[in-house]
């Protein structure tokens, strides 16, 4: 286990709503990631979050935005959800700076179902 | 055209067999290449990490870069059923952008 958790498991919501995903990066880390990865395809880059700052962003609209903490979680929040946003959400923490390696440990992932 | 272009597979090989998984990348200053695996349900893990051009091994795992033609491949000796899982191909660019290939599913069988 990569010490990275996720929740929920899993989300069913309805085209329109808005959904709050929840990560707990591994210990020391500092850097999280995000990513959307649809069925059969690989995790496409949504936005990462180093020291509580937007580090980097993929082609995603505005409606998904994040959060890190002091603490070093983080949220990934989506507004006016389509269907097309049904996939697997995953986050990734990793150690960015001195003494770091980029080395990215991905959670297990939450499954969310537009409706 | 996408920054990874990873074989779409599915790939099914008799248990000990070498299997050979490969991707193709679009930018020249991509420098890091990675190799996840991944189990049904589960989030993609860390296999290889390699920087720049050559060869990297670990155990029964060798990860190869070949930056003249843009192409990463990721060697499996004696494989086994458990190793049976989709393989991800990944580079960072910028220290702050990932981008993954879209998976080979590898199937070992007894």
């Known amino acids: 286990e990569t010490g990275v958790t996720q929740s929920p498991t899993h989300l069913i919501k309805t085209r329109g709503q808005q959904v709050t995903l929840r990560c707990s990066s591994q210990?020391?880390?500092?850097?999280v990631s995000w990513y959307q990865q649809a069925l059969g395809q690989g995790p496409q880059f949504i936005f990462q979050y180093y020291r509580e700052e937007e580090n980097g962003r993929g082609n995603f609209p505005p409606r998904f935005s994040g959060l890190q903490f002091p603490n070093y979680s983080s949220e990934l929040n989506v507004n006016a959800l389509e269907l097309d946003d049904s996939a697997l959400y995953l986050c990734?923490?990793?150690?960015?700076?001195?003494?770091?390696?980029?080395?990215?440990?991905f959670g297990p992932g939450t499954r969310l179902t537009v409706l | 055209q996408k920054e990874v272009e990873q074989d779409p597979g599915p790939l099914s090989v008799p248990e000990g067999a070498i299997v050979s998984l490969n991707c193709t990348y679009s930018?020249?200053?991509?420098?890091?290449f990675m190799w996840y695996r991944q189990y049904s349900r589960k989030g993609p893990e860390l296999l290889m990490y390699t920087y720049s051009s050559g060869n990297k091994e670990d155990g029964r795992f060798t990860a190869q870069v070949d930056k003249s033609s843009k192409y990463i491949s990721l060697f499996i000796r004696d494989s086994q059923p458990s190793d049976s899982a989709t393989y991800l191909c990944?580079?960072?660019?910028?220290?702050?952008?990932?981008?993954f290939g879209s998976g080979t599913k590898l199937n070992v069988k007894p």
């Open positions: 990734a923490s990793s150690l960015m700076g001195v003494g770091g390696t980029d080395t990215q440990y």
């Open positions: 930018n020249s200053a991509f420098q890091y």
């Open positions: 990944a580079t960072l660019y910028n220290f702050n952008k990932f981008y």
């Open positions: 210990s020391g880390h500092n850097t």
